[in-house]
């Protein structure tokens, strides 16, 4: 039986550098989150939530749960976001968790279908040898031993936890590379959205 999957959205960012919110901004009249969503949706069989930081104007973009991190991970960045729908997905039939940025939002359903299918435990997906953090697999089974490395090691930043957890690399290389544009900058997005 293959494995049930929750789709998480990422979108815990303050998004300094953009200096709005990065996932209200829209691509053909969809917002970033709109479009990330619906990519997670069309892999998981629907089943997606959003994840946030605290309080934010994406409680208007109320088509999907929106799971604010827990208050014991205030400040810790994406592994909030992470651990916090791992806990959440605890209490429902899923079995991982797939997680993709909303500042990713050209990122297509085979993409995350391929990371899904070759997934065996905790996976990050990656292009050229580089990882990418926040497009990853976490099993639910795991999710003790990261509480652990996030409270007693103090390990936050995502690619230092899945290092310890051993997660495979699964290699994106051939899908379109510019799925895989992270748009942080006013000229990112002015420059992915030319190229698309």
Do not use: C
């Amino acid at each position: 039986m293959s494995p049930r999957d929750l789709g998480v959205v990422l979108a815990g960012g303050r998004s300094r550098r953009m200096g709005r919110d990065k996932a209200l901004l829209e691509i053909d009249g969809e917002t970033f989150l709109a479009r990330v969503a619906r990519t997670l949706t069309q892999s998981t069989g629907g089943h997606v939530v959003v994840s946030v930081a605290g309080e934010t104007s994406l409680h208007t973009e109320a088509a999907w749960l929106i799971i604010a991190d827990a208050p014991d991970l205030h400040d810790h960045g994406p592994i909030a976001g992470v651990v916090s729908a791992m806990r959440w997905a605890t209490k429902g039939a899923f079995d991982r968790i797939v997680t993709l940025p909303v500042d990713m939002p050209f990122v297509a359903a085979p993409a995350i279908s391929y990371l899904l299918e070759t997934a065996r435990a905790a996976s990050v997906a990656g292009t050229g040898g580089n990882p990418i953090p926040t497009f990853a697999v976490w099993p639910l089974s795991m999710l003790d031993t990261i509480e652990q490395l996030v409270r007693q090691d103090r390990v936050r930043a995502l690619h230092q936890v899945q290092a310890r957890l051993g997660a495979a690399y699964v290699s994106m290389d051939a899908f379109e590379p510019l799925q895989f544009v992270n748009v942080n900058t006013p000229e990112d997005f002015a420059g992915a959205s030319t190229k698309r």
